[in-house]
C-alpha cells in the first residue's frame, strides 16, 4: 500500500548529533513485551538515538481503518508496550514530549484520535499525551504532544521498566479512513541526589 513506503519517509535520521553532559554514556533496550490489538508479538521495534534523549517505537501491524468492510476490531486499536531499559547507575529518565509520525487518509467529517499513556513500573503516577487528526487529509503527518505532568524513573539502579499505553480511534466509522503510526518519545535524564 501506498501509506507504507510513506511510512519510510516519515523517519528522519540526524547527523552529527550533540551529545547532552546530563544523561548516562551507556543506554540499552533490555527487553519489549507488547499487549493489545495494534501490537501482535513481534511488530514493534524500539530504537535509541545517538543523544539517548529520543526513542523511537515503530509499529508494523499499528494500522486503524474504518469504511464499508471493516470491523469494530478495525476502528480502534491500542498498545501496551513494556520497555525494559538498562543505563547507568546514578540517573533517572522521564518522558517530556511525544511526537506522533505517519500517514493518515481521512474524509472531511471524520477525525482520528491518539492518546498515549507512560508510566514506570513501581512508580505512583503517569504522564498522559493526546492529539486530533481532523479530516479531510491524506499524507504524512506530525503531531507533537508535551506532557503536563512529569512522572520520573526510580533511582538506585540500572534499570527501569517504562509502560507505553497508545490508543487511537477514527470517528465516524460509516466512511473510509485510515491511521498509521510511529511514536517519537522524548525524554529527559538527570542525576539522582
Known amino acids: 500500500m501506498r501509506f507504507l513506503a510513506t511510512l519510510g519517509l516519515c523517519t528522519v535520521v540526524a547527523a552529527g548529533l550533540i551529545v547532552p553532559q546530563n544523561v548516562p ?6 527487553g519489549v513485551s507488547l499487549l493489545g ?16 534523549t529520543l526513542m523511537e517505537v515503530t509499529f508494523s501491524s499499528y494500522i ?3 469504511g464499508p468492510g471493516t470491523m469494530a476490531a478495525d476502528w480502534r486499536k491500542n498498545c501496551k508496550l513494556t520497555l525494559n531499559l538498562g543505563f547507568d547507575e546514578g540517573f533517572q529518565f522521564a518522558t517530556m514530549a511525544t511526537d506522533m509520525t505517519g500517514f493518515a487518509q481521512i474524509p472531511a467529517g471524520s477525525h482520528g484520535t491518539c492518546s498515549n499513556t507512560f508510566d514506570f513500573t513501581g512508580v505512583q503516577g503517569q504522564t498522559a499525551f493526546s492529539t486530533r487528526l481532523d479530516g479531510a487529509r ?4 506530525t503531531l507533537h504532544s508535551d506532557t503536563d505532568a512529569t512522572s520520573w524513573s526510580q533511582c538506585g539502579g ?3 521498566i517504562m509502560n507505553m499505553n497508545t490508543q487511537c480511534n477514527i470517528s465516524p466509522t460509516q466512511q473510509q479512513a485510515l491511521i498509521a503510526i510511529t511514536v517519537n518519545v522524548s525524554v529527559a535524564w538527570r542525576r539522582c541526589n
Do not use: N, Y
Open 25 to 30: 554514556q551507556t543506554v540499552r533496550v533490555l
Open 158 to 160: 540500572t534499570t527501569a
Open 138 to 141: 491524506e499524507g504524512p503527518f
Open 37 to 52: 490489538s495494534g501490537c501482535p508479538a513481534g511488530s514493534a521495534d524500539v530504537q535509541i538515538d545517538g543523544t539517548k
Open 64 to 66: 486503524v481503518q474504518t
